[in-house]
């Protein structure tokens, strides 16, 4: 028997992918630009002070309603936080940030346009060293005959130059001239006592020297010689004068 041929299946028909729709982008909105305030400036009361200093910033010309730092030299040393009022004003008490060297510093502001005020930070105070106390000498009473007290001499010391001997007082201007003066006057003097010491050396006479026997003499001593006799007269001083003519009778 002749058998028929099976019919071929029908292929199932592939459906056609759907397309999904493409969703609408959302608008982007555009930014707001906000003014920046050109005259906006810091005013601080006190312009120069020491670490502990309270200073009083004033701002003004800021925007309205706008909250910013106020920081010293860099963003990280913040003073503050403020915001200002309705007219864009602002006031704030700050103090100096912790381990600042002394100098000049800036207290600026965070928002446009960053104006910033000048401060002068003072380091503290060198402290005087204390000056010994003088040790005093309490004086002794002493009793009055009449019983009424007489009045002590209280000690007084003196100290010059807080304490320094005279060695560093002369030594030190004003003064260090004295010692020179007083050295050339020594000079001046020694060398005027010398001239006048060899101007006064007496000159003393020759001296002779006679030597003498100690042992006594034996011998007679021979008596001094005779003193020669006054030699004579001339013979015209022998001679008697001759006598004088008598005067002539008047006539």
Sequence with gaps: AISAPSPAPTPTPTPSPSSAPTPTPSPTP???????????????????????????????????????????????????????????????????????SPGAHRLCATVPPGPCANFTLQGPPTPTPPAPPSPSTAPTPSASPSGSPSPSASPLTLTVNGGRSGLDVITKPPLVFLPIIALLALLAALAYWVLMRGDRTPV???????????????????????????????ASELQPPEPSEPPDPPA
């Design 30 to 100: 555009s930014p707001v630009t906000t003014p920046t305030p050109t005259a906006a400036n810091i005013v601080l009361d006190i312009a120069a002070g020491g670490p502990s200093t309270r200073i009083t910033a004033t701002g003004s010309y800021f925007l309205a309603n706008e909250s910013m730092s106020l920081f010293w030299d860099t963003q990280s040393h913040v003073a503050a936080s403020v915001t200002t009022d309705s007219s864009g004003n602002f006031s704030k008490v700050v103090t100096p940030f912790a381990g600042d």
């Design 204 to 234: 003393l006479p020759s001296a002779s020297v006679v030597h003498r026997s100690a042992r006594p003499e034996i011998e007679p001593v021979a008596p001094p010689p005779a003193p020669p006799a006054p030699p004579a007269p001339p």
